[in-house]
């Protein structure tokens, strides 16, 4: 309970509020001041119950409470009887009813301020039958029904809006850059002007321009339009294809079956779609405008929380409980064991399942149907966008098998000319393995030559020194290319670090003195520090304390100057009280009559009975209103009655009228009588 407290405190010392209470304060507020708290706090919700309550009844205060508590849904804790004292501890300003009230309200201020808004619109005014019977009031409920409708689908859509994720700023960020876009457009157009300008001929030139460039728009537009075209075409073509299909399929089965099973599949077929029509889809169709209607009725109805659901689910469990019993009561009651009747629903039951089931069955297996047939026309516009043929059937496929045996033979023919050209090929190698045996003998002789010359391997040897040679003197060329290369890098390298030691030289001097004084700069930072961190320390104790002790002796001030207030404001609230009393004792008391009507007591007398008069005169009004309502209400009936002869009398005299004469009318005894 002192947390609920607390929080309420929290809240009302926040925006809008801003009522600076503590604890003590809170729980010291009267009853009165309790009510107008809680009326403050529904009037920042709902902006039409921000009032004095002082300035009407407390009955009429606790009515508006209580019907504003109702579209916010809020659900006093326990059963009847606690909501007759919640009623009455609301009434009187109780604080165990308000407090949970005020904890409630404070919680989901900003979801509550959403649902007053749409109650305003979305509840309902219920119209008496009798008064729906008239034509205008009928109208008018219609209309206003309607624009309950258009108003939810607005609030739709504008809280769509708003989850949408586009913002004001984005917007605005957008708008500026494109501003800027357009600006740097406009700047590099004028630009291109003035350059264009120094150029001979330059209107003539920027007209061939426009002119060019509303060509490629007329292209690009003729292009598209190609483009839909050939679409188009396509899908006429696969439209004809599929008739065609369907044509050969009907004449197919014409010509493969007899009347008699044509008719018996036409006979099924009727029974099949009678009984989609008739049962299946109507059963379905009434569900799916159950489940619509209940759908839209969730909608209509304001945000639930989960404490609500919880409820909710709970009276479902209840009541499904209480179905169950029902059930079971009215099965032993009604419908005993040994009675037929029960064996012959289930019966029923089973064999409306299972027709449902097989028609079911029988629905899922013609989509497949239909499905594999789409598919397989898929498949035949594949082939042919691929092989340009569709599939072949009868007189077509016999074709396709004569032209695949001619297509065999000149197959056989080229390919006795591929094992020709094989056979050429292998000649060919084998010719070349002899001229490289050849090769080799010669190469031998040659060694055996060389041999009895005393000269062996001189071919090979010469061979060997001219390559070697060529690749020797590459070698060293290179090689003098990178040591030049590499004796000019290291001078300058030398050179370099030279001059970098010289110019670095009282650099490094320097730095050995200022790394000397940086040490000697960090250890007095270091002691300097240990000494500011305790004194800080000491001070930031001393000042904490001192913080709290402020703190208190403000609180105890501000509780000291709140007591002094309230005492004061209640002392002269009893001065007036008894300065009232005393005047109305003297007025009261007095012998002259016109002092003693001045008195509060004699005005009220005085009010009380004209209210009564009044109400016994509305009374009798009220019964004479009633007794005449019937006859009155006869009494229209019969002069719309009337008005309707009347106008049917004028219509038929019109008629007469207009038409030419084709018989005669002769009215004997009160009845008229047509003779042609």
Same mark, same amino acid.
């Given at each position: 309970?002192?947390?609920?407290?607390?929080?309420?405190?929290?809240?009302?010392?926040?925006?809008?509020?801003?009522?600076? %209470?503590?604890?003590?304060?809170?729980?010291?507020?009267?009853?009165?001041?309790?009510?107008?708290?809680?009326?403050?706090?529904?009037?920042?919700?709902?902006?039409?119950?921000?009032?004095?309550?002082?300035?009407?009844?407390?009955?009429?205060?606790?009515?508006?409470?209580?019907?504003?508590?109702?579209?916010?849904?809020?659900?006093?804790?326990?059963?009847?009887?606690?909501?007759?004292?919640?009623?009455?501890?609301?009434?009187?300003?109780?604080?165990?009813?308000?407090?949970?009230?005020?904890?409630?309200?404070?919680?989901?201020?900003?979801?509550?301020?959403?649902? $007053?808004?749409?109650?305003?619109?979305?509840?309902?005014?219920?119209?008496?039958?009798?008064?729906?019977?008239?034509?205008?009031?009928?109208?008018?409920?219609?209309?206003?029904?309607?624009?309950?409708?258009? #108003?939810?689908?607005?609030?739709?859509?504008?809280?769509?809006?708003?989850?949408?994720?586009?913002?004001?700023?984005?917007?605005?960020?957008?708008?500026?850059?494109?501003?800027?876009?357009?600006? &740097?457009?406009?700047?590099?157009?004028?630009?291109?002007?003035?350059?264009?300008?120094?150029? &001979?001929?330059?209107?003539?030139?920027?007209?061939?321009?426009?002119?060019?460039?509303?060509?490629?728009?007329?292209?690009?537009?003729?292009?598209?339009?190609?483009?839909?075209?050939?679409?188009?075409? #396509?899908?006429?073509?696969?439209?004809?294809?599929?008739?065609?299909?369907?044509?050969?399929?009907?004449?197919?089965?014409?010509? *493969?079956?007899?009347?008699?099973?044509?008719?018996?599949?036409?006979?099924?077929?009727?029974?099949?779609?009678?009984?989609?029509?008739?049962?299946?889809?109507?059963?379905?169709?009434?569900?799916? =405008?159950?489940? +619509?209607?209940?759908? &839209?009725?969730?909608?209509?109805?304001?945000?639930?929380?989960?404490?609500?659901?919880?409820?909710?689910?709970?009276?479902?469990?209840?009541?499904?409980?209480?179905?169950?019993?029902?059930?079971?009561?009215?099965?032993?009651?009604?419908?005993?064991?040994?009675?037929?009747?029960?064996?012959?629903?289930?019966?029923?039951?089973?064999?409306?399942?299972?027709?449902?089931?097989?028609?079911?069955?029988?629905?899922? $297996?013609?989509?497949?149907?239909?499905? /594999?047939?789409?598919?397989?026309?898929?498949?035949?516009?594949?082939?042919?966008?691929?092989?340009?043929?569709?599939?072949?059937?009868? !007189?077509?496929?016999?074709?396709?098998?004569?032209?695949?045996?001619? =297509?065999?033979?000149?197959?056989?023919?080229?390919?006795?000319?591929?094992?020709?050209?094989?056979?050429?090929?292998?000649?060919? &190698?084998?010719?070349?393995?002899?001229?490289?045996?050849?090769?080799?003998?010669?190469?031998?002789?040659?060694?055996?030559?060389?041999?009895?010359?005393?000269?062996?391997? %001189?071919?090979?040897?010469?061979?060997?020194?001219?390559?070697?040679?060529?690749? =020797?003197?590459?070698?060293? @060329?290179?090689?003098?290319?990178?040591?030049?290369?590499?004796?000019?890098?290291?001078?300058?390298?030398?050179?370099?670090?030279?001059?970098?030691? +010289?110019?670095?030289?009282?650099?490094?001097?320097?730095?050995?003195?200022?790394?000397?004084?940086?040490?000697?700069? /960090?250890?007095?930072? *270091?002691?300097?520090?240990?000494?500011?961190?305790?004194?800080?320390?000491?001070?930031?104790?001393?000042?904490?304390?001192?913080?709290?002790?402020?703190?208190?002796?403000?609180?105890?001030?501000?509780?000291?100057?709140?007591?002094?207030?309230?005492?004061?404001?209640?002392?002269?609230?009893?001065?007036?009280?008894?300065?009232?009393?005393? @005047?109305?004792?003297?007025?009261?008391?007095?012998? !002259?009559?016109?002092?003693?009507? =001045?008195?509060?007591?004699?005005?009220?007398?005085?009010?009380?009975?004209?209210?009564?008069?009044?109400?016994?005169?509305?009374?009798?009004?009220?019964?004479?209103?009633?007794?005449?309502?019937?006859?009155?209400?006869?009494?229209?009936?019969?002069?719309?009655?009337?008005?309707?002869?009347?106008?049917?009398?004028?219509?038929?005299?019109?008629?007469?009228?207009?038409?030419?004469?084709?018989?005669?009318?002769?009215?004997?005894?009160?009845?008229?009588?047509?003779?042609?």
């Amino acid at each position: 309970m002192s947390d609920q407290i607390q929080f309420i405190v929290e809240k009302l010392n926040q925006e809008p509020f801003r009522k600076n %209470y503590n604890l003590i304060t809170f729980d010291s507020l009267e009853s009165v001041q309790l009510l107008q708290l809680l009326n403050d706090v529904l009037g920042e919700i709902d902006p039409k119950h921000a009032v004095d309550i002082r300035e009407e009844l407390p009955e009429q205060t606790a009515k508006r409470m209580l019907s504003l508590l109702g579209i916010l849904k809020y659900k006093p804790p326990g059963s009847i009887s606690d909501l007759s004292a919640f009623r009455q501890g609301l009434v009187t300003g109780s604080k165990p009813v308000i407090h949970p009230v005020l904890h409630w309200l404070l919680q989901r201020t900003n979801e509550l301020k959403k649902r $007053a808004y749409l109650a305003r619109f979305l509840v309902k005014l219920e119209v008496p039958a009798e008064f729906l019977q008239d034509d205008t009031v009928a109208d008018i409920n219609k209309q206003y029904e309607e624009l309950m409708e258009a #108003f939810k689908n607005l609030h739709k859509e504008c809280e769509q809006l708003k989850t949408s994720g586009l913002s004001t700023a984005e917007i605005r960020r957008d708008i500026s850059a494109m501003e800027e876009e357009k600006d &740097q457009l406009v700047k590099r157009v004028e630009r291109l002007k003035k350059r264009v300008e120094t150029v &001979q001929n330059h209107q003539r030139m920027l007209e061939i321009a426009r002119q060019l460039r509303l060509e490629k728009e007329r292209e690009e537009s003729l292009a598209q339009q190609k483009q839909e075209q050939k679409n188009q075409l #396509f899908h006429a073509e696969q439209r004809l294809q599929r008739a065609q299909l369907q044509l050969k399929e009907m004449h197919h089965a014409v010509v *493969d079956s007899k009347p008699e099973s044509l008719m018996k599949k036409l006979e099924e077929e009727i029974n099949f779609n009678s009984y989609l029509v008739t049962e299946k889809i109507p059963r379905e169709l009434e569900i799916k =405008k159950n489940s +619509a209607y209940f759908l &839209q009725k969730v909608v209509a109805e304001p945000a639930m929380s989960q404490s609500d659901l919880n409820v909710l689910e709970i009276k479902i469990n209840e009541v499904n409980a209480q179905m169950n019993q029902l059930i079971e009561k009215r099965m032993m009651k009604y419908e005993p064991i040994d009675s037929k009747f029960s064996m012959y629903r289930q019966q029923a039951s089973i064999i409306s399942r299972k027709k449902e089931a097989k028609a079911e069955e029988l629905q899922a $297996a013609k989509e497949e149907m239909s499905s /594999t047939e789409r598919q397989m026309l898929q498949k035949t516009n594949q082939a042919h966008e691929l092989e340009g043929s569709e599939v072949l059937k009868g !007189d077509e496929f016999k074709h396709y098998v004569n032209k695949l045996r001619s =297509k065999n033979t000149f197959y056989k023919k080229k390919r006795l000319e591929i094992a020709e050209i094989t056979a050429e090929y292998g000649i060919l &190698q084998r010719t070349e393995e002899l001229l490289k045996q050849r090769h080799e003998a010669i190469q031998q002789q040659l060694q055996s030559i060389e041999d009895k010359k005393g000269i062996s391997g %001189y071919s090979y040897t010469q061979e060997e020194l001219e390559r070697v040679s060529a690749v =020797k003197s590459e070698m060293d @060329e290179m090689k003098g290319r990178t040591l030049d290369n590499m004796s000019e890098m290291v001078k300058k390298l030398n050179t370099m670090v030279a001059e970098k030691k +010289a110019s670095l030289a009282p650099v490094i001097k320097e730095l050995r003195q200022l790394r000397q004084k940086c040490q000697e700069l /960090t250890q007095e930072c *270091d002691e300097k520090k240990i000494q500011y961190d305790s004194c800080a320390a000491g001070l930031e104790s001393n000042r904490s304390a001192l913080e709290q002790e402020v703190k208190g002796l403000f609180e105890e001030c501000a509780q000291e100057e709140s007591n002094y207030h309230y005492i004061n404001c209640m002392k002269r609230n009893l001065e007036i009280q008894l300065q009232r009393a005393k @005047e109305e004792m003297k007025a009261y008391v007095s012998p !002259d009559p016109q002092e003693r009507r =001045k008195a509060m007591r004699e005005q009220y007398t005085r009010m009380i009975l004209e209210q009564e008069n009044l109400g016994k005169k509305l009374r009798e009004k009220q019964k004479a209103v009633r007794e005449s309502h019937g006859p009155n209400m006869k009494q229209i009936k019969m002069w719309q009655d009337f008005e309707q002869l009347m106008e049917c009398k004028r219509e038929c005299f019109l008629k007469q009228q207009n038409q030419t004469a084709i018989g005669q009318v002769i009215q004997e005894g009160g009845k008229d009588r047509l003779v042609l």
